[in-house]
């Protein structure tokens, strides 16, 4: 087991200079590992990856139901999905279930220490067994678990063993853009089954804090911290630090009365703005809020430590405009599948992470929309260091019924844990384009879920806009969203540029045959963007895209001419681009699939801001 505060060698992460990202604002370090922890969000001193070499078994009909039934027959590279080349599997066919197994040694615990075992993600049903004993099931194949391993412990070389479950056909679990035929089509791509985010194990105290979220308070200069004490016995006290660098901001001291503790952290507003925008995080500059948390017994042991981060951001909407810490912000966001050639939805290392987000935002974007898939952690904590807008989006399932209503508000409920404190998040998007509810117009249960959603993510965090129904056919929204994939300059300024009163605009155009604004649905003056457009190919033989382009002067001619118009139309307050990175069959990528460009940079950078 490593102790990650034992080295003296701290992760630097360099911060890209761009047009949106001049300077580091503050850093964040860690120790020891030369990768970064899994959920850097949240880190402990002594935790140990179980990323690697593990036995693997594919169960192509699903037929073993325990260890002892498994005919363990390859090795597999974890994390990995077995249907990608990384793994060492690249078994792309149907299979209903698959096994993992790896051997590990208890670590010396002292003090009543325990040990929990984490998983960032398992695709899609998971259980999991510690030798012969079953110790915790799972269903979602886009949010972490965790359990107490120490009963189980031995002392002795044990296995943990992982059966994940995932029907390739069921289309009424959330799966996002993973395809139900054998082959990819259309805008669906190869299938992630199984183990695909990171393993490892903590080390924790006799009662240990297993969760933590922050929320800022803007108007007041303040935060609000939610902590969730596991194995609380008796009374204990929170020790919270709050730090900009080497600059204390708050050391306080709070006597737990429970195993849940809600404080209310009041910052010394330092008044005039020049001082006061120090503190607050921006693409210009994503100042971050070390934190550090000790749970301590009522003599002062520290029984549990964990290092964490906050900023202070607010991201709101004032009539017709996106609003970033009370100013108007023109948002340039670019459509991001998240995925990679030979790794699929797992980022291949930190480095890859980097140089997306640096090329992101070196083209002009200050912002991605995570389409359809739930960003590693990894990911949105680089997005929070380099000054990176994200909206996320619920992957969706595809069959309406109880069963799939029951599946996505359990799994996104757990998605806004587990990502709410990422002050890089500026809205949450709970439903796409009406997948899986697409009989909007016409069936009241359909649009009831569509309301029940947006409710439902404003319930858990009300600190951001909410997208009730990406694209079109809204019924509730905080920002209208409107996709439109006409290829001509032209007709996309005719369509939205008499648009002082979009009121009639948005009940007349039907760009992909689709109503914008259900009948009952009242345009209440809300910022209007347009999230998806363009999907401009450079022709190649096999791919396909939403309009196509022979060469790359005319691919770079064709981005020119419809950012141009989006800029022109002041009915938009942002919009996003289709997309980063070609994916697998689709080629609507600015860049290629191995992240080269297809036009200069920098012109491209141009074109993107305008």
Avoid at 141 to 154: A, E, K, N, R, S
Avoid at 416 to 432: E, F, G, L, Q
Avoid at 534 to 558: C, D, H, M, V
Wanted: negative net charge; proline residues 6%.
């Amino acid at each position: 087991m490593s102790d990650q505060a034992a080295s003296n060698s701290p992760l630097d992460v360099t911060i890209p200079e761009s047009s949106d990202t001049q300077e580091p604002a503050s850093t964040i370090t860690f120790g020891s590992h030369d990768t970064l922890p899994p959920e850097p969000m949240r880190v402990r001193r002594q935790w140990e990856s179980l990323n690697g070499t593990w036995d693997f078994a594919i169960d192509r009909d699903g037929q073993w139901d325990r260890p002892h039934d498994v005919q363990w027959s390859t090795q597999i590279q974890v994390p990995f999905a077995p249907e990608t080349k990384a793994s060492g599997v690249e078994d792309t066919g149907y299979y209903m279930a698959c096994w993992y197994r790896r051997s590990f040694k208890c670590p010396a615990l002292e003090n009543g220490q325990r040990v929990i075992l984490y998983f960032g993600a398992v695709d899609y049903i998971a259980k999991v067994w510690v030798d012969d004993k079953m110790v915790c099931e799972h269903e979602g194949g886009f949010t972490p678990f965790h359990v107490d391993i120490t009963p189980y412990l031995t002392g002795d070389e044990q296995h943990i063993i992982l059966q994940a479950r995932d029907d390739p056909h069921d289309l009424a679990k959330p799966r996002g853009k993973q395809d139900w035929q054998l082959h990819p089509h259309s805008i669906w791509y190869p299938r992630t089954t199984g183990i695909w985010q990171a393993v490892w194990m903590e080390v924790v105290g006799s009662s240990w804090l297993s969760q933590i979220s922050w929320t800022p308070d803007f108007e007041r200069f303040a935060f609000n911290l939610h902590c969730q004490i596991a194995h609380y016995t008796e009374q204990l006290r929170l020790r919270v630090e709050l730090r900009v660098n080497d600059r204390l901001l708050a050391d306080d001291l709070y006597t737990t009365t429970g195993d849940e503790i809600q404080r209310h952290i009041v910052l010394s507003d330092p008044g005039i703005d020049d001082y006061r925008n120090e503190l607050l995080w921006s693409p210009e500059r994503p100042t971050l809020i070390t934190a550090n948390l000790e749970l301590q017994d009522m003599q002062g042991q520290v029984i549990d430590q964990v290092q964490s981060y906050t900023a202070m951001r607010q991201a709101s909407t004032l009539g017709d405009r996106f609003m970033l810490n009370g100013r108007p912000r023109y948002l340039r966001l670019v459509l991001d599948q998240g995925y990679w050639p030979d790794t699929g939805l797992t980022p291949p290392d930190d480095q890859a992470i980097r140089r997306d987000i640096e090329l992101i935002q070196a083209m002009g974007f200050n912002g991605v929309r995570a389409h359809q898939h739930i960003s590693d952690p990894r990911f949105l904590y680089l997005a929070d260091v380099m000054g990176l807008l994200v909206w996320e989006e619920m992957p969706s399932a595809y069959r309406f019924s109880t069963q799939m209503v029951h599946r996505v508000t359990q799994e996104w409920t757990q998605v806004i844990k587990r990502d709410r404190s990422h002050p890089c998040i500026i809205a949450w998007v709970p439903m796409n384009e009406s997948w899986g509810v697409p009989d909007l117009p016409s069936n009241d249960v359909h649009r009831s879920m569509i309301r029940a959603m947006y409710h439902l993510t404003k319930t858990l965090d009300d600190s951001r806009p909410v997208i009730g129904n990406d694209g079109w056919e809204m019924i509730v929204t905080d920002i209208v969203a409107i996709h439109d994939y006409d290829s001509s300059p032209q007709r996309i300024v005719h369509r939205y540029e008499n648009a002082s009163d979009p009121r009639p605009m948005l009940r007349m155009h039907r760009p992909g045959h689709r109503v914008l604004l259900l009948k009952d649905s009242v345009y209440r003056g809300q910022p209007i963007m347009l999230t998806e457009f363009g999907g401009i190919a450079l022709r190649e033989e096999g791919k396909w895209g939403y309009s196509e382009a022979t060469n790359p002067q005319e691919f770079l001619e064709r981005y020119t001419g419809l950012l141009q118009a989006v800029h022109a139309l002041p009915v938009f307050s942002g919009f996003c681009y289709t997309q980063f990175t070609d994916t697998y069959q689709e080629a609507n990528g600015l860049v290629y699939a191995d992240r080269t460009p297809k036009a200069d940079v920098e012109a491209i950078r141009r074109a993107t801001q305008g």
